[in-house]
């Protein structure tokens, strides 16, 4: 290669420079192509190089560019040299990068004191062990076809697993074929607006007060999302005969986010007749719904009618929202034009999360960890519940027990206050408006916090600090 050469990439005893040379001589380039690095944080500070040699082979350049390159810069202060030491760069380069230590400090000054965030599992209590063994047991037993690229609709192991799970745990009627694995309950709902679009629904009626991220999505696909008033009984499913235009409805029936409720069954069999009559289906959020305190959790909207729900669920809430695993059970009809909205070659969730999620199901350790996570959540609910009856009589724990969420309600507004809008960012619990629909007429106020997220060590002190805050 001629040293006028205008791109090249060094790759010497595992170090990838990836150097884009510019115009102007081999030389000018090189040069260039190294401050670049430096500053943009590619090349750290310590960094040893390649011998003048070998970097010059592999760039198929002349040594005694490389070995100019070195010593100007060296001049310039960029690279260190040392007799028998190499070649390094030197900590000139760390002005380049000391902002992003600073933005980090910045940030974390950012962080609340204790993390009451709703719809977010203690993430300390996460099962590492027993994970990990299923991980192990499933990467040992894996078919080789696993390895490659596989079904857009996910691991048969994993669908066959879910599809026995949600039988018995949450009352679904279904079968392998009707599963999509996806990444978490966000992806799951794109495909469905963007498949419910293509069929021609123009509008999805939400409730009013829910995600907004989950409106935004099925705006983003094309569609309308009015709003459906709440009240002690869930959505008021009367209002959709009023609306011809809406071609489905989104619920969280078995424990409305955030509101707390669970959908009446007079509801739950008004909106199940709603859609056989209309043709049209229910996209159910399960949301939490493995977690009841009072009572065995209630069955899935989906057990009443599998043609006409889709049911959404996710290991966000019961395990860690990091596995990024997630399922649609979508009736026979649909399943095609929902797996198609992944394309045929359209990553999935990783293989190897999929078959130790199907091992840890089959093996009983994700029963347990329910079962365990229920009992301490029900129990970290009913202290909160009783330490807002002791400190705020004014004040109202709304919803059913359930969930990893409440809603703390008073007759006056807890959220008006400036000084103390600033404790609750401290305490990361969301006001109520944050997930008001624009469409809601409803005068409720509140805030919405998790007793989920903080670890057991943590949460005494973020209990105290909320009820210290409160009116």
């Not at 192991?157 to 039988?167: I, T």
């Not at 649609?328 to 078959?355: S, W």
């Not at 093996?363 to 301490?376: E, T, V």
């Not at 629909?437 to 005068?443: A, I, K, Q, T, Y």
Request: some cysteine.
């Amino acid at each position: 290669m001629s040293d006028q050469g205008a791109a090249g990439s060094a790759r010497v005893s595992g170090l990838d420079l990836h150097l884009i040379r510019c115009g102007g001589g081999a030389r000018a380039g090189l040069m260039d192509a190294f401050r670049e690095a430096i500053r943009s944080g590619r090349l750290l500070p310590g960094t040893r190089l390649p011998s003048s040699r070998a970097l010059a082979a592999d760039l198929g350049v002349g040594r005694n560019t490389v070995v100019r390159t070195y010593s100007e810069l060296v001049n310039e202060g960029w690279l260190t040299a040392r007799h028998g030491s190499g070649t390094e760069v030197s900590q000139r380069g760390a002005e380049s990068v000391r902002a992003r230590p600073r933005l980090r400090a910045a940030q974390a000054l950012r962080r609340p004191v204790h993390d009451l965030r709703p719809g977010c599992p203690d993430l300390s209590s996460f099962p590492r062990e027993e994970w990990v063994r299923a991980v192990k047991r499933a990467v040992g037993a894996a078919p080789l076809d696993a390895f490659g690229y596989s079904d857009t609709s996910g691991r048969v192991e994993l669908r066959e697993a879910l599809a026995r799970y949600l039988a018995r745990a949450r009352g679904l009627r279904t079968q392998a074929d009707n599963i999509i694995v996806c990444s978490g309950a966000a992806e799951g709902l794109r495909l469905v607006a963007a498949a419910l679009a293509a069929s021609g629904v123009k509008a999805v009626a939400v409730e009013e007060f829910g995600l907004p991220a989950q409106r935004r999505t099925l705006e983003k696909a094309g569609l309308a999302a009015p709003a459906i008033p709440i009240d002690t009984d869930g959505a008021d499913i009367a209002v959709l005969d009023g609306r011809p235009n809406v071609g489905a409805v989104l619920l969280t029936p078995s424990h409305q986010f955030p509101l707390g409720v669970a959908l009446h069954p007079d509801r739950r069999a008004a909106v199940v007749e709603w859609a056989r009559r209309r043709r049209s289906v229910i996209i159910e959020d399960d949301y939490d719904g493995e977690f009841r305190y009072d009572r065995a959790p209630v069955g899935a909207l989906q057990g009443l009618d599998p043609e006409h729900v889709i049911f959404l669920g996710t290991a966000s809430k019961s395990l860690a929202p990091g596995l990024r695993l997630g399922w649609l059970v979508v009736p026979d009809h649909l399943v095609d034009a929902v797996a198609g909205q992944k394309g045929e070659t359209e990553e999935t969730v990783g293989f190897v999360n999929q078959l130790a999620m199907a091992d840890f199901i089959e093996s009983g350790a994700y029963d347990r960890h329910i079962r365990a996570m229920r009992s301490q959540y029900g129990r970290r609910r009913h202290q909160l519940v009783e330490a807002v009856k002791q400190h705020s009589p004014a004040s109202s724990v709304g919803g059913v027990p359930a969930g990893l969420h409440v809603l703390l309600e008073q007759a006056g507004r807890l959220t008006s206050a400036d000084g103390r809008q600033a404790a609750w960012r401290r305490l990361a619990v969301e006001p109520l408006d944050l997930f008001r629909h624009p469409e809601s007429r409803s005068v409720r106020d509140g805030l919405v916090a998790g007793f989920a997220t903080p670890s057991p060590s943590a949460w005494s002190g973020a209990l105290e600090a909320l009820v210290r805050q409160l009116p």
